[in-house]
């Protein structure tokens, strides 16, 4: 085995600590990756692979440039890995031997900080789960806000519904939890556990509390080991101080509608089913927030509805002034548009990575501030006089006046308007704000000054007019002569170097100003970073404070959107009361925008204790999924304190919303389309009540037209029966239909089709009484299915039609004609193998009532 040289012992050290990370490893202007890290990060990162060392000592190695790293690091996250980044942590210049280096940092995707790496409208969490005598606790926390919450859970069902409302970027999980639910919650491993002792004892310590009481943890006590293994997380891969996680919140998902992630998806909440955009969600409708912050809280409102009136109505009295006050609604939101991102800006602050331009984007934002609360000032609801009051009760703890007054003072008077994004080369601090710093600045100008006036000297002196004075890093300062003029050169002059048409001299003289010059500019950039840092701390310790105006500010973001998307949809405000659904007029908020203004149908529902449930029936295109839709977002619309696309809406409060919906089968998770069906339905029928609203759309189509129809009829009768949700069922089954009449609580609905000759149209407009025909046909050949194929089926049809009625017949009155006589009949007839023409022509309304 040959002798490691020095540097790569050095790199094996810091390796074997990291292994589960790329290592980058600085070598001067350089991140080096070695052996498999170079390898992966060639691969990945597109970069050339080259060697270092000799024969046997050689490593594979690939390199970036130290600038160009954040953009490189950024995609490696992206992909999932984790990347340690390894320092020289002293001056190589003043080094004796191998220059000390330490891993400053782990860049992981749930603790990155650098906006470049994150979206500024999702939160970035990293989520640890914990597991404790079978009970299941998580806590998960946002990095760049502070945002730090836990909650425990007694089965791992609802702990894993909870992830992936939560989708957190990164998920932690100990090495001790089962095999099973580790599976489930997918996570990366890490090897602390801690019992709860330990786990109380680590949070104590880092909140610097004498106890945990003031948090209210009661009965989330499995929760506090992942916690703790969050915090130690943090510090492991953050090595910064993390003065913005400041509380931890405990929260009850019971607190909340629940909405699985079958839901979620089926609903298109904040992105579209089939292709996971965000054009087509709901969200998309509803975000006019003016910043970051709001948009992120927005988001997660419409992922938490809420189940507490109180709290609905609160939010709903503000979006109502701000609903009826355009002129503050244009105001507010003109004020708006200035203010950054508070809550991650403040968090760069305390974890001290903010740079200067960070510093002035706060500035600027603070700045907005007073005006913004002065718009509130005859605000009545309560949510909107919050930003004023926390502004007005800050003013009165703060020495100089309002903190946010002092913050924005001190960053304005310490740095430039327009700062560089690096913060070790100066240019950051403004004049008047130092006085060393001044003195120094004064110092380096004059230098540059004697220089201008040596070179206008010593041409004079030498005669030589195109002698000019020049710096490289290497030789310092020089004054140079071209070959022509070499024999005026005086004596005192020193050779420091030739090139190929001129020589560089120096003087004693210019060596002495140019240690000056230069010490001037080290320390220079050294005071001016130091002096950042400075201001960084002073606001830092504003973290609390900050916190609180921003996420003010972001609630009044928020409400001001859902006002705005209100006036302009032309949105009512929801009653929300009772324990029914009754809605004139409603529309599906995304659909309508799609198609464009006053093409959507609007519709009406009603469900109450007398009809719970109702069968839709009517052709595919119809409209029923849409419908059925549009009932549940308006119900989650009103219980995020939003007004619903109605003419009116009286609502109770839904306590959970389930929907199972056949065209969006999850054909990757390897379960058939019918496992995935029943499995979906099972879920509905062992968790919902009789709050819950439930939607079915084509339940039982993945199998045999029997199997199906029972499946069906037998889930629809056991929710009207047992579990009484009110429940929307669109089925293709006509058979169905007929449950109407045994189940008091059944009512048929069908979506109008207006028939002309062999065309539909479709009405989308919803009737009482169930369909009486499919319209399939018509449907194929608005699809554009050929002609032939279109006729073809027409005359299949036709046979079965007068197939099935002559079985009818002759067979005992209510003998079901199964689907095997009707097909060996259709054989003998020779139905699939030539036919007669169209018989059947239908002209007029049919599907339930004309409309008037
Ligand atoms: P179904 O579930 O009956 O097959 P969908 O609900 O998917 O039908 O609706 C099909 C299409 O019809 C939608 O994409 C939409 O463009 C249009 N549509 C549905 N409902 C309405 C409505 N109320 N007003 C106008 N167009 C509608």
Redo the contacts with the bound molecule.
């Keep these: 085995m040959p002798e490691l040289t020095p540097m790569a012992r050095q790199y094996q050290e810091m390796k074997a600590l990291h292994k589960d990370a790329i290592l980058f490893f600085r070598l001067g202007d350089f991140y080096e990756m070695f052996n498999d890290d170079a390898e992966l990060a060639s691969r990945e990162l597109d970069l050339t692979l080259t060697g270092r060392g000799k024969d046997d000592n050689r490593m594979p190695m690939c390199g970036i440039p130290y600038h160009a790293a954040e953009g490189y690091i950024a995609k490696l996250i992206e992909k999932g890995y984790k990347v340690a980044i390894c320092e020289q942590v002293e001056d190589p210049k003043l080094a004796k031997g191998l220059v000390k280096r330490d891993i400053i940092r782990i860049v992981t995707p749930g603790t990155v900080l650098e906006s470049s790496m994150l979206s500024d409208k999702t939160n970035n969490y990293l989520l640890a789960v914990n597991h404790e005598k079978g009970r299941f606790g998580l806590a998960f926390v946002d990095a760049t806000t502070g945002e730090f919450k836990l909650s425990d859970f007694n089965s791992i069902e609802k702990l894993t519904d909870e992830i992936k409302r939560i989708a957190p970027a990164e998920t932690i999980v100990s090495d001790l939890f089962p095999e099973e639910p580790r599976r489930l919650v997918a996570g990366s491993g890490f090897k602390d556990t801690y019992d709860n002792d330990t786990a109380v004892e680590k949070l104590l310590d880092h909140f610097q509390v004498k106890s945990l009481e003031s948090f209210g943890l009661t009965g989330q006590e499995v929760a506090l080991g992942a916690a703790a293994a969050i915090l130690d997380y943090l510090k492991v891969t953050q090595k910064t101080t993390l003065g913005h996680i400041n509380v931890l919140k405990p929260y009850h998902p019971e607190a909340f509608m629940f909405i699985d992630a079958t839901t979620r998806r089926n609903l298109e909440i904040t992105q579209t089913a089939r292709d996971k955009s965000f054009r087509g969600s709901l969200l998309w409708v509803l975000d006019r927030t003016r910043t970051a912050m709001g948009s992120r809280l927005l988001r997660q409102w419409l992922l938490q509805p809420l189940l507490d009136v109180k709290l609905i109505e609160k939010r709903l009295d503000a979006v109502a002034e701000l609903f009826n006050n355009g002129l503050l609604r244009a105001e507010l939101g003109e004020g708006l548009k200035k203010v950054f991102d508070i809550e991650r800006l403040t968090g760069k602050a305390a974890t001290q990575s903010a740079n200067a331009r960070d510093l002035v984007a706060l500035k600027e934002s603070l700045h907005q501030l007073p005006k913004v609360v002065n718009l509130l000032e005859k605000a009545g609801s309560e949510l909107l006089k919050e930003p004023r009051r926390l502004l007005r009760e800050e003013s009165r703890s703060s020495v100089a006046g309002s903190f946010v007054a002092e913050i924005t003072e001190l960053i304005k008077e310490a740095i430039v308007d327009d700062p560089p994004f690096v913060i070790r080369e100066g240019g950051l601090i403004k004049p008047g704000y130092n006085a060393e710093l001044d003195e120094l600045k004064q110092a380096a100008s004059g230098g540059k000054q004697w220089l201008a006036e040596l070179e206008s000297a010593e041409r004079q002196r030498t005669g030589i007019k195109s002698l000019k004075i020049g710096y490289t890093r290497v030789f310092g300062y020089y004054i140079e002569v071209t070959n022509s003029n070499r024999d005026q050169v005086p004596p005192d002059y020193i050779r420091k170097q030739t090139l190929v048409n001129a020589e560089r001299f120096i003087t004693p003289e210019l060596k002495d100003k140019e240690t000056l010059i230069l010490n001037a500019d080290e320390r220079m950039k050294e005071l001016e970073y130091q002096l950042l840092v400075e201001v960084r701390t002073k606001v830092a310790a504003f973290t609390k404070e900050l916190q609180a105006v921003a996420s003010a500010i972001a609630q009044t973001d928020v409400l001001l959107s859902l006002a705005e998307v209100a006036v302009e949809n032309r949105y009512c405000r929801p009653k929300v009361t009772g324990n029914g659904i009754r809605v004139t007029g409603g529309r599906?908020p995304v659909?309508e925008k799609t198609?464009g203004e006053f093409?959507?149908?609007a519709?009406d529902v009603e469900l109450n204790e007398r009809t719970s449930f109702l069968l839709i029936t009517?052709?595919?295109?119809?409209?029923?999924?849409?419908?059925m839709r549009q009932v549940a977002l308006i119900c989650l619309l009103a219980q995020i304190g939003s007004f619903v696309p109605a003419k009116a809406a009286e609502l109770g409060l839904i306590d959970r919303i389930f929907t199972r919906i056949g065209a969006m089968d999850d054909i990757y998770s390897g379960q058939s389309t019918f496992m995935v069906e029943m499995t979906e339905t099972a879920n509905i029928l062992n968790n919902a009540t009789a709050n819950s609203l439930i939607i079915l759309d084509e339940i039982g189509r993945g199998t045999a037209t029997f199997d199906g129809m029972s499946i069906a009829a037998a889930v629809a009768e056991f929710i009207h029966n047992k579990i009484k949700a009110k429940t929307l069922f669109?089925t293709h089954y006509h058979e169905i239909t007929q449950l109407a009449e045994k189940n008091p609580g059944m009512q048929n609905v069908s979506?109008l089709v207006k028939e002309t000759g062999d065309q539909i149209t479709?009405l989308?407009k919803v009737a009482t009484g169930p369909a009486d025909r499919s319209y399939g046909i018509q449907v194929a050949k608005l699809a554009g299915l050929p002609n032939e194929v279109v006729k073809r089926a027409k005359e299949v049809y036709n046979t079965l039609e007068m197939v099935e009625n002559d079985l009818g017949k002759r067979g005992k009155k209510n003998e079901k004609i199964s689907g095997n006589r009707l097909s060996a009949r259709a054989g003998q007839l020779g139905l699939f193998g030539g036919g007669d023409g169209d018989r059947r022509r239908g002209t007029g309304w049919t599907g339930g009532r004309s409309p008037a």
């Design positions: 599906h659909v198609l093409q959507f149908v519709n009517g052709p595919n295109m119809g409209g029923k999924s849409t419908y669109a979506m479709f989308h």
